[in-house]
């Protein structure tokens, strides 16, 4: 009798155990996309890298993932964006609206409106298709000055990237950068000035357009500045009592793609494994936190084959091949790190990865 009530005692702790373990709360989700980045990419760093390990390999969860859009199977990132940042296929070239021209609701909004603080770091413009799919709502992504005069007030805390000139250099003669002092936000000219800034709203677009990329002296900005975004969310959410939303992009790794050059792939790669280094170290240290690595898809259609084409020789060197200078249709990574990340399937559409997200934030946060 004894033994039977302990045994249902050991078995009612160990399924109340397990029952925890299989709802912990997902309190800040961390969102990293390479632009462009394909399957070839991780591996080409790791390649680079002589097989040293590479950050992504930390990963305990990874996707394929499918990335068409609504009017083409090879995607732009305007599409591949709206369907990340709010769960719904777009046609090419559309931000945050429905082939339809219906509004959509970011993820990045959703978290706003439940009292999340977010923040948003790129090295592209600010007003470019990825970033902006999360705070704008615009028929075509060329449309640059009407997509920035959605981001002063779309109550983004942290806002790092480039694209000064579609703020301060428009049509209508506005100064979009006094209106993010009027909503509050310090406005900064360059990452050194973050030095002293703890907590609060800050934007510093610290290049006209894009940033340099990685081969033309951008040098640490990408990891020092979500390191930055990251102390900021962190005091910022202890005050509002809620976990936060952060979206971070590896954005050249596309043009370097896009220009078939696999020394600036590498760099961009090297950079973006840095970025997501901090992010899961950031995880590790704050349980709670999903951190998730994917792409909007992949440019280049890069292959790495070797230099001799008979496979029954030892090492004969391998090359970089590319496929196109465009955008491809195949199956781009996603990986997941940290609290929820067993939640994903193993091959899944990119709306998928924005729905689970957004149910994440409706019933785990
Ligand atoms: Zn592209």
């Given at each position: 009798m004894l033994l039977s009530m302990t045994i249902a005692f050991f078995v009612f702790t160990l399924n109340s155990c397990n029952k925890a373990e299989e709802t912990p709360k997902v309190k800040n989700i961390i969102m990293l996309i390479g632009d462009g980045m394909g399957p070839t990419h991780i591996p080409s760093l790791m390649l680079e890298e002589q097989y040293a390990p590479t950050n992504f390999e930390r990963a305990k969860r990874a996707s394929f993932v499918t990335t068409y859009s609504h009017n083409n199977r090879v995607t732009d990132s305007a599409a591949a964006g709206t369907a990340l940042a709010c769960g719904e296929k777009t046609d090419?070239?559309?931000?945050?609206?429905?082939?339809?021209?219906d509004t959509l609701i970011s993820n990045l909004a959703f978290a706003k409106a439940l009292g999340m603080p977010s923040a948003i770091v790129v090295s592209c413009d600010i007003t470019h298709a990825t970033p902006a799919s999360f705070y704008a709502h615009a028929k075509h992504r060329n449309e640059r000055e009407n997509i920035a005069?959605?981001?002063?007030?779309?109550?983004?805390d942290v806002i790092f990237g480039g694209g000064l000139t579609a703020f301060t250099n428009r049509g209508d003669s506005i100064n979009l950068m006094n209106k993010f002092k009027e909503n509050g936000y310090l406005v900064i000219?360059?990452?050194?000035?973050?030095?002293?800034?703890?907590e609060g709203k800050v934007i510093g677009l610290?290049?006209?357009e894009h940033l340099p990329s990685i081969v033309n002296g951008r040098g640490d900005m990408l990891p020092q500045a979500t390191q930055k975004a990251l102390d900021i969310l962190t005091a910022n959410s202890e005050k509002s009592g809620k976990g936060f939303f952060m979206m971070v992009e590896g954005s050249q790794i596309d043009f370097e793609s896009h220009a078939n050059n696999p020394k600036g792939i590498y760099g961009e790669m090297k950079d973006f494994d840095k970025v997501t280094g901090i992010a899961f170290d950031y995880a590790d240290s704050h349980p709670g936190t999903l951190v998730i690595v994917c792409a909007d898809h992949d440019t280049g259609g890069m292959s790495i084959p070797s230099c001799k084409t008979d496979f029954t020789l030892g090492e004969s060197g391998v090359e970089y091949n590319f496929g196109s200078t465009s955008h491809t249709a195949t199956m781009t990574p996603a990986l997941f790190y940290g609290?929820?990340?067993?939640?994903?399937?193993?091959i899944i559409d990119n709306t998928d990865i924005a729905k689970k997200v957004r149910e994440l934030l409706l019933t785990r946060n």
């Open positions: 090419n070239s559309v931000i945050g609206l429905t082939a339809e021209g005069a959605w981001l002063p007030n779309s109550g983004i000219d360059s990452l050194q000035q973050t030095e002293g800034i703890t610290f290049a006209d609290t929820g990340a067993d939640e994903f399937g193993a």
